[in-house]
Antibody, heavy 120, light 107 residues
């Protein structure tokens, strides 16, 4: 069974960089996309972006100027960096496996989520 | 962007009820539509992909239908563990977007 686990600081200061790691276990990172999704308190889901096994990325245009997603296949990990954060970036951040298929792309495995608060 | 609009936003129902949630896309997305369930404090869980395919391990009381711009998620007989928030998500273009969610509450 594939499992994903987010890790990283739970508190980030305004204007600084939010950095999270997602560790994948129980399966290969090959042939899948690996996404970050966030959810502000009491709000809906916002897709941030993905990285594929080759390191190619695709970002939500609303965040693209501040986001970098990368991966280290030797460690079965992928990463999120979000620069110049504000209080509006406070959210639960989820990592998820993006199953890319002919019929649809869908998120079939998710991490438990990491709560990140932006505050001075 | 493809905008996804769910209705209703809130739904009050009883155990055993048949429940239907609608998701509309701002343009045709063919069948590139997925449904997720999110219980409080938990990560979303995939229920339906490609509009009507049931994810492995999901109870058969969940079903999905539709194509183009209008889609439905149906729960044939609501169970206590089904009280949660449900989200649709489109994967037609490479900017994945979600609906705003439908919260199913106990009547």
């Amino acid at each position: 069974q594939v499992q994903l686990q987010e890790s990283g600081p739970g508190l980030v200061k305004p204007s600084e960089t939010l950095s999270l790691t997602c560790t994948v276990s129980g399966g290969s990172m090959k042939t899948y996309f690996w996404s970050w999704i966030r959810q502000a308190p009491g709000k809906g889901l916002e897709w941030i972006g993905y990285v594929d096994y080759s390191g190619n990325t695709n970002y939500n245009p609303s965040l693209a100027s501040r986001v970098t997603i990368s991966l280290d296949t030797s460690k079965n990990q992928f990463f999120l960096n979000l620069t110049s954060v504000t209080v509006a970036d406070s959210a639960v951040y989820y990592c998820a496996r993006d199953h890319s298929g002919f019929s649809s792309d869908y998120f079939d495995f998710w991490g438990q989520g990491a709560l990140v608060s932006v505050s001075s | 962007d493809v905008q996804m609009t769910q209705s209703p936003t809130y739904l009050s129902a009883s155990v055993g009820d048949r429940v239907t949630i609608t998701c509309r896309a701002s343009q045709s997305i063919y069948t590139y539509l997925n449904w997720y369930q999110q219980r409080p404090g938990k990560a979303p869980k995939l229920l339906i992909y490609a509009a009507s395919s049931l994810q492995s391990g999901v109870p058969s009381r969940f079903s999905g239908s539709g194509s183009g711009t209008e889609f439905t998620l149906t729960i044939s007989s609501l169970q206590p563990e089904d009280f949660a928030t449900y989200y649709c998500q489109q994967s037609f273009n490479t900017l994945w977007t979600f609906g705003q969610g439908t919260k199913v509450e106990i009547k």
